[in-house]
């Protein structure tokens, strides 16, 4: 019978963590976080836009993401931001940044 030292098992599960944050920011790539008129500056730099929202809840804003050039643009909003219609728009439960 193997005894496991104290607090190794804590230590073991922050590590775990961590390294779930890392493989997320990997997977996701790069985000960037913009204001609102940054936000919309960049979009209008792209053809055919596909835009990610998640409507604010309890204590979160409105919360936009979207892909320009390899990098992920993210903003938040405390008010629902106008996306023009020929924007394809998806509206999304949730918004996870990593971090």
């Known amino acids: ?3 496991v030292p104290a607090g190794a098992a ?11 944050i890392a493989n997320a920011i990997k997977a996701s790539g790069t985000i960037v976080q913009v204001s609102e008129d940054a936000f919309f500056e960049i979009l209008a730099r792209v053809e055919e836009p596909l835009v990610v929202h998640s409507p604010s809840g309890f204590l979160t804003p409105h919360r936009y993401i979207f892909s320009y050039k390899g990098l992920c643009f993210y903003t938040k909003s405390k008010e629902p931001l106008y996306i ?16």
């Open 1 to 3: 019978m193997s005894s």
């Open 10 to 20: 804590g230590a073991g599960g922050a590590g775990a963590a961590a390294a779930a």
């Open 84 to 99: 023009k219609s020929k924007f394809d728009l998806i509206e999304a439960e949730k918004i996870w940044i990593p971090g």
